[in-house]
T-cell receptor, first 114, second 113 residues
Framework: KNEVEQSPQNLTAQEGEFITINCSYS?????LHWLQQHPGGGIVSLFM???GKKKHGRLIATINIQEKHSSLHITASHPRDSAVYIC????????????????FGKGTKLSVKP | ETGVTQSPTHLIKTRGQQVTLRCSSQ?????VSWYQQALGQGPQFIFQ???????GRGNFPPRFSGLQFPNYSSELNVNALELDDSALYLC????????????FGPGTRLTVT
């Protein structure tokens, strides 16, 4: 079982729809990241959070530390939101002998149709 | 302030060959982490360099090695390439003395034939 699980793996939505992507993890963490990856590979950090909720524009990220679960919401989705969204956690313990490194989920591929 | 850059963008190598990938960290950053992302998978941690020293390694064989220079740029070297090494290689830089937030480069797409 992967330490970070995302659902769904693939998601197709109509423009304007409200979208939720879920992330569950099994390790103790010090922070959780939501990342966006466009075709071609470049990764952009959307949020880093360790508790509660953060909002940036149409994006909202929440985390429940007790339940080891996080969600990424996109309101009023748009075709330009089409990308792979990746959840990654920073382990609270040394992982691979170093601090600050990330354990990634496999990503959720989002396609928003006009 | 320039972001994280990687070179080359794409690379095709033959099985058994050796390859060097390069990463220039963001200004003010002293830490570089390397990740391998196979098609359809999330990135996997290879190793991290902090102030020119290797500071942790994931589950990768010794033929994956690295280096960090005094200007904090970094190289990833892979010897005896195998077909399964075909992947997107990402580097991410940070300043561990301030924050663990990592900034990613655009990646190098390596194809081994």
């Amino acid at each position: 079982k992967n330490e970070v699980e995302q659902s769904p793996q693939n998601l197709t939505a109509q423009e304007g729809e409200f979208i939720t992507i879920n992330c569950s993890y099994s390790v103790g963490i010090s922070a959780l990241h939501w990342l966006q990856q466009h075709p071609g590979g470049g990764i952009v950090s959307l949020f880093m959070l360790s508790s509660g909720k953060k909002k940036h524009g149409r994006l909202i990220a929440t985390i429940n530390i007790q339940e080891k679960h996080s969600s990424l919401h996109i309101t009023a989705s748009h075709p330009r939101d089409s990308a792979v969204y990746i959840c990654a956690v920073r382990s609270g313990m040394n992982y691979g002998g170093s601090q600050g490194n990330l354990i990634f989920g496999k990503g959720t591929k989002l396609s928003v149709k006009p | 302030e320039t972001g994280v850059t990687q070179s080359p963008t794409h690379l095709i190598k033959t099985r058994g060959q050796q390859v060097t990938l390069r990463c220039s960290s963001q200004s003010g950053h002293n830490t570089v982490s390397w990740y391998q992302q196979a098609l359809g998978q999330g990135p996997q941690f290879i190793f991290q360099y902090y102030r020119e020293e290797e500071n942790g390694r994931g589950n990768f064989p010794p033929r994956f090695s690295g280096l960090q220079f005094p200007n904090y740029s970094s190289e990833l070297n892979v010897n005896a390439l195998e077909l399964d090494d075909s992947a997107l290689y990402l580097c991410a830089s940070s300043n561990r003395d301030i924050s663990y937030e990592q900034y990613f480069g655009p990646g190098t797409r390596l194809t081994v034939t």
